[in-house]
C-alpha cells in the first residue's frame, strides 16, 4: 500500500502538501482573471501576510505577461510606533518587492498607509492625555490601523466601483477568529469570496484560512521568497522573538510554535507585557539597545498607579463618575511633559549608541511635535508653551516651526509668575492656577473686537471646569447634583449609588465624549 503522505504530514501538525499548494495556486489564478476587480493585499511583515503575499505572487508569475493586467495593489499600516526593528524590516522589504515587481512585469504597486497626524499615537496620548490603551478603553486600534486601511479602500472603491481584499487571516488563529469567518463563509457572494460587513462593495478572499502555523512555515521554507526577501530571516526574527529562542515548525500541541510570537506597535499596553520583545532582548545582545523602549512603555502602562496622574475632570472639563468615585480623565500637564522629555531622551539615546542604521530613528515626528505644541497652547490653554524648551534641553537645538503663530503677550515668564501667585494666595485650591490660566488665555485671544463673539460664553465655560477647590470638593458637588435630580424625579447616573463596582468601569466612554 502506497504511503499516506498528508497523513504522515498531519501526525507532525502539517497539513499542507505540495499538491494542494500547486491547486491554490490555480484557484488564486482562476480568480484573478476571473474579473476585472482589482486586489488589495494587507501586508505586515508577518508570516501570515508573507505566505499569503508569496502565494498571489508565485500564482501571477506562472501566467502570461499579457494576462497580468489587473492591479494587485500591496498595503502596509505603518502606526508609526512600530518596533523599529520590524519597521526596518517591511521598510525594505516593500523596497524590494518594487524593484522586483517592475523588472518581472508583475501588476504588484505597494502602499505605506499612516494615520491621519490629528490621530496618532503621540499626539493622542502625549498631546491630548489619552490614557494609555487597555481594554475598557482600546481608542487606538481604530485610529491607528483600521481607519487608514478604510480610507484607502473608500479610495479604490471609488475609483474602481468594487475591490477584493485578499488576508491572511486563518481559523487557527483563535477560536473567536474561526467562527467569524466560518459565519461569514455562509455569505459568500460566490466561492471563495466573502462581503466585508463594514464595508460595502469589498470581498474578502483568505485563501490561507484552513492552515495551521506550521502549515505556514513549512510553506515559507520550501517555497523561495518570490521578490528576493529571506523567509529565513523572516523564522530568524520570529526565533528571537520566542522566549525560548525555538521555533519549530513541525510541533506537539504541548510545545511551542513561532505562531504566538507578537510583532507590532512597542507601546502597545494590550498586553500586561510584551514577551516579544523581552525575548528579543533577552535572546540578542544587539537588540540590548530596545531596553529603554520595554521600561519606558512598561512605566506608562502601570495601571496600578495610573489614576494619580490624570486629572479627575474628564477629556471636556466635566465630572462623571460610578460607584461613589470620580472617572478619572486626561493626563496632568506635568506627566504629558515628563514623558515627552523621555521619549526624546531614549530617541538620543538610541541615536547615538545603537546600531548605526537607526541612527537617525524617529520615535517621535516633527509634525507630531508641532501638533501637539498646538494642542497644548490653544486647546489646553497651556500658554506656557513647554514644548520647544523640553525639545531644545534634550536635543541640544532649536525646535523648528516655522508656521507658528504665538501669543505676544503671554509666556513662560508670566506662567510662572501667575503659578507663585497662586501658590501663595490659593495653597488649598488645587484648581486655581487651571482656572486663571485658562481664564487669561481665553481673554487674551479674544482681545480684538471681531474676535469677542461668544466669548462670555468661553469664560463662563472655564469657570464651570475649575472652580472646585480639589477631588474630594468635586466628588460633594456632583454628589449633591445627583441627589438632587434624583429626589426631584430626573434622570441621573444611577451607577454613583451602587456598591459593586466592575473594573474598568470609567472607561466605558470614549475619551472625545461631549457633555450631555
Same mark, same amino acid.
Given at each position: 500500500m502506497a %504511503? &499516506?503522505? @498528508? &497523513?504522515?504530514?498531519?501526525?507532525? =501538525?502539517?497539513?499542507? @502538501? %505540495?499538491d494542494i499548494v500547486e491547486g491554490l495556486m490555480e484557484t488564486v489564478r482562476s480568480?484573478? +482573471?476571473a474579473d476585472d476587480i482589482p486586489w488589495v493585499i494587507g501586508y505586515s511583515g508577518g508570516k501570515d501576510s508573507t505566505a499569503t503575499l508569496q502565494l498571489v505572487w508565485l500564482s501571477l508569475l506562472a501566467l502570461p505577461k499579457e494576462k497580468r493586467k489587473k492591479t494587485v495593489h500591496i498595503i502596509n499600516t505603518d502606526t508609526m510606533v512600530e518596533s523599529p526593528v520590524i519597521e526596518k524590516w517591511v521598510t525594505k522589504s516593500l523596497s524590494i518587492m518594487d524593484e522586483s515587481a517592475q523588472k518581472a512585469e508583475l501588476p504588484f504597486i505597494t502602499h505605506r498607509l499612516t494615520p491621519d497626524l490629528n490621530n496618532t499615537f503621540w499626539v493622542n496620548f502625549i498631546g491630548r492625555g489619552y490614557p494609555f490603551p487597555r481594554k475598557k478603553l482600546r481608542w487606538c486600534t481604530d485610529r491607528l490601523k483600521i481607519q487608514p486601511v478604510n480610507n484607502f479602500v473608500k479610495s479604490a472603491i471609488a475609483e474602481y466601483g468594487e475591490i477584493i481584499m485578499v488576508l491572511g487571516t486563518r481559523k487557527a488563529e483563535s477560536q473567536r477568529r474561526a467562527r467569524t469567518m466560518a459565519y461569514y463563509e455562509k455569505k459568500r457572494v460566490r466561492e471563495l469570496l466573502s462581503p466585508n460587513p463594514t464595508m460595502a462593495n469589498e470581498l474578502v478572499f483568505s485563501p490561507l484560512e484552513e492552515w495551521n502555523d506550521n502549515d505556514v512555515w513549512v510553506f515559507l521554507m520550501q517555497y523561495k521568497n518570490p521578490w528576493g526577501y529571506s523567509n529565513q530571516e523572516l523564522l530568524t526574527l520570529y526565533r528571537g522573538a520566542t522566549a525560548d529562542n525555538e521555533c519549530p515548525m513541525m510541533v506537539e500541541k504541548n510545545l511551542p510554535s513561532c505562531g504566538k510570537?507578537?510583532? =507590532? &506597535?512597542?507601546? &502597545?499596553? /494590550?498586553?500586561? %507585557?510584551?514577551?516579544? /520583545?523581552?525575548?528579543m532582548i533577552a535572546n540578542d545582545d544587539e537588540k540590548a539597545w530596545m531596553t529603554p523602549l520595554l521600561e519606558f512603555r512598561n512605566r506608562f502602562g502601570d495601571e496600578e498607579h495610573d489614576r494619580e496622574r490624570r486629572s479627575f475632570k474628564k477629556m471636556q472639563g466635566y465630572l462623571q463618575g460610578s460607584y =461613589?468615585? +470620580?472617572?478619572? !480623565?486626561?493626563y496632568k500637564k506635568e506627566v504629558r511633559e515628563q514623558w515627552l522629555r523621555e521619549l526624546l531622551e531614549i530617541q538620543v539615546e538610541i541615536n547615538q549608541n545603537g546600531p548605526e542604521e537607526f541612527a537617525d530613528l524617529e520615535l517621535i515626528t516633527k509634525e507630531e511635535l508641532r501638533n501637539i505644541r498646538r494642542i497644548w497652547v490653544y486647546d489646553k490653554h497651556e500658554f506656557d508653551d513647554s514644548l520647544p524648551r523640553i525639545y531644545k534641553s534634550v536635543l541640544k537645538k532649536e525646535f523648528e516651526d516655522p508656521d507658528w503663530i504665538g501669543s505676544e503677550a503671554y509666556g513662560h515668564s508670566e506662567w510662572e509668575i501667575l503659578r507663585e501667585t497662586c501658590l501663595d494666595l490659593f495653597p488649598e485650591e488645587e484648581l486655581s492656577f487651571e482656572l486663571l490660566y485658562s481664564l487669561l488665555d481665553t481673554e487674551n485671544r479674544a482681545n480684538s473686537v471681531n474676535q469677542r463673539k461668544g466669548i462670555l460664553d468661553s469664560l463662563e465655560k472655564c469657570v464651570k471646569h475649575n472652580f472646585y477647590?480639589?477631588?474630594?470638593?468635586?466628588t460633594q458637588?456632583?454628589?449633591?447634583? +445627583?441627589?438632587?435630580? %434624583?429626589? +426631584? !424625579? !430626573?434622570?441621573?447616573?444611577e451607577k454613583f449609588f451602587a456598591h459593586i463596582q466592575d473594573e474598568g468601569e470609567e472607561f466605558d466612554d470614549v475619551p472625545e465624549e461631549e457633555e450631555s
Amino acid at each position: 500500500m502506497a %504511503k &499516506c503522505e @498528508t &497523513c504522515e504530514a498531519n501526525k507532525q =501538525g502539517v497539513t499542507i @502538501t %505540495k499538491d494542494i499548494v500547486e491547486g491554490l495556486m490555480e484557484t488564486v489564478r482562476s480568480l484573478y +482573471l476571473a474579473d476585472d476587480i482589482p486586489w488589495v493585499i494587507g501586508y505586515s511583515g508577518g508570516k501570515d501576510s508573507t505566505a499569503t503575499l508569496q502565494l498571489v505572487w508565485l500564482s501571477l508569475l506562472a501566467l502570461p505577461k499579457e494576462k497580468r493586467k489587473k492591479t494587485v495593489h500591496i498595503i502596509n499600516t505603518d502606526t508609526m510606533v512600530e518596533s523599529p526593528v520590524i519597521e526596518k524590516w517591511v521598510t525594505k522589504s516593500l523596497s524590494i518587492m518594487d524593484e522586483s515587481a517592475q523588472k518581472a512585469e508583475l501588476p504588484f504597486i505597494t502602499h505605506r498607509l499612516t494615520p491621519d497626524l490629528n490621530n496618532t499615537f503621540w499626539v493622542n496620548f502625549i498631546g491630548r492625555g489619552y490614557p494609555f490603551p487597555r481594554k475598557k478603553l482600546r481608542w487606538c486600534t481604530d485610529r491607528l490601523k483600521i481607519q487608514p486601511v478604510n480610507n484607502f479602500v473608500k479610495s479604490a472603491i471609488a475609483e474602481y466601483g468594487e475591490i477584493i481584499m485578499v488576508l491572511g487571516t486563518r481559523k487557527a488563529e483563535s477560536q473567536r477568529r474561526a467562527r467569524t469567518m466560518a459565519y461569514y463563509e455562509k455569505k459568500r457572494v460566490r466561492e471563495l469570496l466573502s462581503p466585508n460587513p463594514t464595508m460595502a462593495n469589498e470581498l474578502v478572499f483568505s485563501p490561507l484560512e484552513e492552515w495551521n502555523d506550521n502549515d505556514v512555515w513549512v510553506f515559507l521554507m520550501q517555497y523561495k521568497n518570490p521578490w528576493g526577501y529571506s523567509n529565513q530571516e523572516l523564522l530568524t526574527l520570529y526565533r528571537g522573538a520566542t522566549a525560548d529562542n525555538e521555533c519549530p515548525m513541525m510541533v506537539e500541541k504541548n510545545l511551542p510554535s513561532c505562531g504566538k510570537s507578537r510583532f =507590532g &506597535c512597542w507601546v &502597545c499596553t /494590550m498586553v500586561e %507585557k510584551d514577551k516579544s /520583545m523581552e525575548a528579543m532582548i533577552a535572546n540578542d545582545d544587539e537588540k540590548a539597545w530596545m531596553t529603554p523602549l520595554l521600561e519606558f512603555r512598561n512605566r506608562f502602562g502601570d495601571e496600578e498607579h495610573d489614576r494619580e496622574r490624570r486629572s479627575f475632570k474628564k477629556m471636556q472639563g466635566y465630572l462623571q463618575g460610578s460607584y =461613589g468615585k +470620580l472617572h478619572h !480623565g486626561p493626563y496632568k500637564k506635568e506627566v504629558r511633559e515628563q514623558w515627552l522629555r523621555e521619549l526624546l531622551e531614549i530617541q538620543v539615546e538610541i541615536n547615538q549608541n545603537g546600531p548605526e542604521e537607526f541612527a537617525d530613528l524617529e520615535l517621535i515626528t516633527k509634525e507630531e511635535l508641532r501638533n501637539i505644541r498646538r494642542i497644548w497652547v490653544y486647546d489646553k490653554h497651556e500658554f506656557d508653551d513647554s514644548l520647544p524648551r523640553i525639545y531644545k534641553s534634550v536635543l541640544k537645538k532649536e525646535f523648528e516651526d516655522p508656521d507658528w503663530i504665538g501669543s505676544e503677550a503671554y509666556g513662560h515668564s508670566e506662567w510662572e509668575i501667575l503659578r507663585e501667585t497662586c501658590l501663595d494666595l490659593f495653597p488649598e485650591e488645587e484648581l486655581s492656577f487651571e482656572l486663571l490660566y485658562s481664564l487669561l488665555d481665553t481673554e487674551n485671544r479674544a482681545n480684538s473686537v471681531n474676535q469677542r463673539k461668544g466669548i462670555l460664553d468661553s469664560l463662563e465655560k472655564c469657570v464651570k471646569h475649575n472652580f472646585y477647590a480639589n477631588e474630594e470638593d468635586a466628588t460633594q458637588y456632583y454628589t449633591r447634583q +445627583l441627589e438632587r435630580k %434624583k429626589n +426631584l !424625579g !430626573g434622570r441621573y447616573n444611577e451607577k454613583f449609588f451602587a456598591h459593586i463596582q466592575d473594573e474598568g468601569e470609567e472607561f466605558d466612554d470614549v475619551p472625545e465624549e461631549e457633555e450631555s
